[in-house]
């Protein structure tokens, strides 16, 4: 059983910083992509970045130059660093991993997802 447990998120003013984490909890045969995704009242879940096995990062623009991904194998960990924080980055945010299973199968797990307000 895989478990993704979010932790970092918090009030922040316009302009501050805030970095989340994700540890994740259990074993997959291959990790195919993680990324952080979040969601505002009202809106629909966005990914706001991926990072995939090789490294390579994508980011949604809005958060371009200000936001990084990154992961620890190691420790099993992916952290989101968010700087210069807008009030329009307020929204529950949620770690995602996509795993390839010993079958070929894809899965997905969510973590539980951890408030960020920005606000003054």
């Known amino acids: 059983q895989v478990q993704l447990v979010e932790s970092g998120g918090g009030l922040a003013r316009p302009g501050g910083s805030l970095t989340l984490s994700c540890v994740v909890r259990?074993?997959?045969?291959?990790?195919?992509?993680l990324a952080w995704y979040r969601q505002a009242p009202g809106e629909q879940r966005e990914s706001v970045a991926f990072?995939?096995?090789?490294?390579?990062?994508e980011y949604v623009d809005s958060v371009k130059g200000r936001f990084s991904i990154s992961r620890d194998y190691a420790k099993n960990t992916m952290t989101l660093d968010m700087n210069d924080l807008r009030e329009e980055d307020s929204g529950v945010y949620y770690c995602?991993?996509?795993?390839?299973?010993?079958?070929?199968?894809?899965?997905?797990?969510w973590g539980q997802g951890t408030q960020v307000t920005v606000a003054n």
């Open positions: 995602y991993l996509e795993a390839v299973e010993e079958d070929g199968m894809l899965n997905d797990y």
């Open positions: 259990g074993s997959v045969f291959s990790v195919n992509g």
């Open positions: 990072i995939a096995p090789s490294g390579t990062t």
